[in-house]
């Protein structure tokens, strides 16, 4: 449609609209309601009046806007290639809206998108342009969302030039400029791009990526497409990144073998896979780096076997190629045997002070004599024995141990006295040290040495101004050297080894160093008087008993004193019952009540044995005051019987009128109903009907109702009218009073 003048004929209908505008030409509203009008009417009338209304008010937007829409809407599904001339004429109406409007970015979104429906790739792209030319920067953002769109259509050159200028604008589509660049296989650029991103520690992803992703995204695009990438140095990015990601360091030392392989430096790529089995830090890493260099080895063996076997069917030889394959073949050997020796190399650089793993690396070289004793010298000469993992002690005790299988044992001698030397986390630790040195001596029949290895073990230390009987054997502070004589393990063995080989004499002068450091337990003076029985210093053993009983004091002196006093009965019975009856007083001396009652059984027990049974039953009389509540009841039964088997049955009355009276309501219940049995079988009916009649009171009828029945079988018995409805009466009574009191 052109944009000339027009000539078109007026209807009578249109003459008041036609008549108006002549009375006054610039009225917005008069040229809106005659286009109104007309709008049922042909393209060719609307534009008629479109263009005069323009040429009347070339600046207003309104008019313009109807007009290209308008234009732009009749030509909605119609081709641009068949019907070019009626978009050229849409467009040149753009054109010349925009002489007036271009500060308008609707006009200028428009055309543009009208535009980019035609086959006019550089004037769109011109447009565009002049539109960023000629609105404020203010507006940009909203130019660029199409020309975006329009670029990432347009493909090739056009593209790549457009976003580059857009990410200056606006960098957070940097991603997206990087996508594109590796649509068109510009890797070069994409890295560079790619890089400058994960320099940006500032830098936060529009598409919700983490910097470690961004990161793998450069190495991945770096060593993938290796031989296009020319502006990046690509193996000191990598390194930065095993540097920065500490928990991705095997696959990204993959990476970088991986891209020297594609560059074809195979023997780069071998250097790199040693350095990353050599150097990290956990199994994980160690797997991945390995299980990737094998298969490149087994690749590269592959290939050459493949070519080795061409070359024989083509019957052609090549020795060199031959050999090159022997040696890959020698390589790939020696590094599957040494796969253990590299997992253990891992384990200990994460932690070097740990013994059990220097153990494993000594057990892998097996007989290799010069390996393994290099090994435990660099085990010792690494791990800080404060921080030692694991037994370091076993490690020295083990290393000695290897030179006495050897058959030297000066060596095994110099490296124990190395290891005594060490300060241990704890003073066990090196007991264990000092008592097997001495076990290795008396392996080899060198009792003596032992002997004087443990005396060594043993000695007192001298600190200026400290007693050695206040170090405290659990002072941190002090190195182990200090706080091991006070160590029962080292002394239980220096005691086992004079008895075993020294005489009574040194093994006595041990034992009594043991208790005067007063470091002894009861199990070492049970050990100590046993002893001295054996070679028949009885009266010395005793006195061990008695230190023990001073120095452990009660409850230990309770198990002290049942052996002390069965050791004295058994040697000498009733010959020396004067020293005995000494002995039970001390006992009972101090003695809690919980402990009481068996040293009383065993003091009536001697005098009953030995000496007079009135002195018997007064020491039973005693311990039923001396015991405790738990036992007074089974003492006075015990005592009732010892006293009718001496005196008769009536002896027992006093005792029984006594444990009524001393003893708790729930043990009186059975105290009384005994006694009242005794005076029933003795004849005594009216006493044993005054027990029942006390007793009475401690038994509820509604919960005892086994006395009120043993009482009433009593009366039918041995009874009348009067007492048996006597028995009724305080059964009533009782009863009331225990209602009473709930």
Known sequence: MADQDVDMPISEFDIPYEEDLLRNPYSLRGWLRYIDHKRTGTLQELTFIYERALRELPGSYKLWKHYLDLRREKLTGVSPVKYASQYTAVNNAYERA????????????????????????????????????????????????????????????????????????????????????????????????????????????????????????????????????????????????????????????????????????????????????????????????????????????????????????????????????????????????????????????????????????????????????????????????????????????????????????????????????????????????????????????????????????????????????????HDESLPVQQRVFKSMTLWGFYVDLEESVGTVESAKAVYDKIMDLRIANPQVVVNYSKFLEENHYYEESYKVYERGIEIFGWPIAFELWNIYLQRFMERYGGSKLERARDLFEQALDKCPPKYAKPIILMYGKLEEDHGLARHAMRIYDRGTRAVSDEDRLEMFNYYIAKATASFGIVAAREIYERAIEALPDKDVRPMCLKYAELERKLGEIDRARAIYGYASQFFDPKNQPSFWQTWHDFEVQHGNEDTFKEMLRIKRSVQAQYQSAM
């Open 98 to 473: 925009l002489i007036l409007l271009n500060k308008m970015p609707r006009i200028w979104l428009d055309y543009l998108e009208f535009l980019m429906s035609q086959p006019c790739l550089t004037k769109t792209r011109r447009t565009f342009d002049r539109a960023l030319r000629a609105l404020p920067v203010t507006q940009h953002s909203r130019i660029w969302e199409v020309y975006t769109k329009f670029a990432e259509k347009a493909g090739g050159e056009t593209t790549i030039r457009v976003l580059r200028r857009y990410i200056k604008l606006e960098p957070s589509y940097i991603e997206a400029f990087i996508e594109q660049l590796m649509e068109q296989e510009r890797y070069d650029e994409a890295a560079l791009k790619l890089a400058s991103i994960v320099n940006d520690t500032k830098y936060q992803s529009t598409r919700g990526k983490s910097h470690y992703q961004l990161w793998q995204e450069l190495c991945e695009l770096m060593v993938n497409h290796s031989t296009e990438i020319k502006s990046l140095k690509v193996e000191p990015i990598i390194r930065s990144a095993i540097k920065r990601f500490t928990d991705q360091v095997g696959m990204l030392y993959c990476r970088l073998a991986t891209y020297w392989i594609n560059m074809s430096q195979l023997e780069k790529a071998r250097d790199i896979f040693e350095e990353g089995i050599t150097t990290v830090l956990t199994v994980r890493d160690f797997t991945a780096i390995f299980d990737a260099y094998a298969e490149f080895e087994e690749e590269m063996i592959t290939m050459k076997m493949e070519m080795a076997a061409e070359r024989e069917a083509a019957g052609e030889k090549d020795e060199e190629e031959d050999l090159d394959l022997d040696m890959r073949l020698l390589r790939y050997e020696r590094l599957m045997d040494r796969r253990p020796f590299l997992v253990n190399d891992v384990l200990l650089r994460q932690n070097p002070n740990n013994a059990m793993e220097w153990e494993k690396r000594v057990a892998l070289w097996g007989n290799n004599k010069e390996k393994v004793v290099e090994t435990y010298t660099q085990a010792i000469q690494t791990i800080n024995p404060k921080r030692a993992h694991g037994k370091l002690h076993e490690l020295w005790v083990k290393f000695a141990k290897f030179y006495e299988e050897g058959g030297d044992l000066d060596g095994a001698r110099a490296i124990f006295d190395k290891a005594v030397k060490v300060n241990y986390k704890t003073v066990n630790d090196l007991a264990e040290v000092w008592c097997e040195y001495a076990e290795m001596e008396t392996r080899h029949d060198n009792f003596d040495q032992a002997l004087e290895v443990m005396a060594r073990a043993t000695v007192v230390p001298r600190i200026p101004g400290v007693n050695p009987k206040t170090i405290n054997y």
